[in-house]
């Protein structure tokens, strides 16, 4: 089974802080992903990677950054954490292969007081 | 039923009944759609999947219809078990070359089952 693993479950930081959330795969996956999952508005893809040190824009992209070092491991960066980015964020992996669904880690739960 | 981009509905069953989840999509060309289902304090779990070449597909208990010709997609649930109440939502992938992983979600069904 695909196992994605999210460091944190809960966390809680201050306004203007910077937060890093750590997202780890155990499938040899090329593709990670970050969304955030907000009440009526669904899922919404802030970054993607599909290799090592290459990175994509999502939908909403602003306030973020991501940092992908190694295949197995992609970070999200809240370079200035602001209150408007208290949400729920899951990371997801998936093949190369087109016909292959994401799998996604268990979300962390972020609270920006 | 569900749309992408529309508010979440929800579906209340009795313990053994069938399930029926919708999802509506708009984009003709997407040609890989994906269930999943999101429990409470958890991530989304994948079920099924289906390819724009098929109409049907079929897993334990769960069945996958795809319609074409009216951009329909649904779920099927047979013998619906307390342990299915959760969020399901659908997604679609259009393959447009590229960065061609990017999948389109809707906003999900909240399944109700009662014993």
């Known amino acids: 089974d695909v196992k994605v693993t999210q460091s944190s479950r809960y966390l809680v930081k201050r306004t203007g802080e910077k937060v890093f959330l750590e997202c780890v795969q155990d499938m040899d996956h090329e593709n990670m992903f970050w969304y955030r999952q907000d009440p009526g508005l669904g899922l919404r893809l802030i970054y993607f990677?599909?290799?090592?040190?290459?990175?994509e824009k999502g939908d909403i992209p602003e306030g973020y950054s991501v940092s992908r070092e190694k295949k197995e491991r992609f970070s999200l960066i809240l370079e200035s954490a602001s209150t408007n980015q208290t949400s729920m964020y899951l990371c997801?992996?998936?093949?190369?292969?087109?016909?292959?669904?994401?799998?996604f880690g268990d979300g962390t739960r972020l609270s920006i007081l | 039923g569900e749309s992408v981009g529309l508010h979440l509905p929800t579906l209340s069953v009795q313990e053994g009944d069938n399930s029926i989840i919708n999802c509506a999509y708009s984009?003709?060309?997407?040609?890989?759609f994906i269930w999943y289902k999101q429990e409470s304090g958890k991530g989304p779990q994948f079920i099924i999947d289906i390819r724009s070449n098929m109409d049907k597909r079929q897993g334990q208990r769960v069945t996958v219809l795809l319609n074409k010709t009216v951009k329909h997609l649904s779920l099927q649930i047979a013998a619906t078990q307390p342990g299915d109440s959760a969020v399901y939502f659908c997604a679609e992938n259009t393959n447009s070359g590229g960065s061609n992983y990017k999948l389109t979600f809707g906003k999900g069904t909240l399944l109700t089952v009662n014993p």
């Open positions: 997801a992996s998936s093949s190369w292969d087109y016909y292959q669904p994401q799998h």
């Open positions: 990677s599909y290799d090592v040190k290459m990175k």
């Open positions: 984009n003709s060309a997407s040609d890989y």
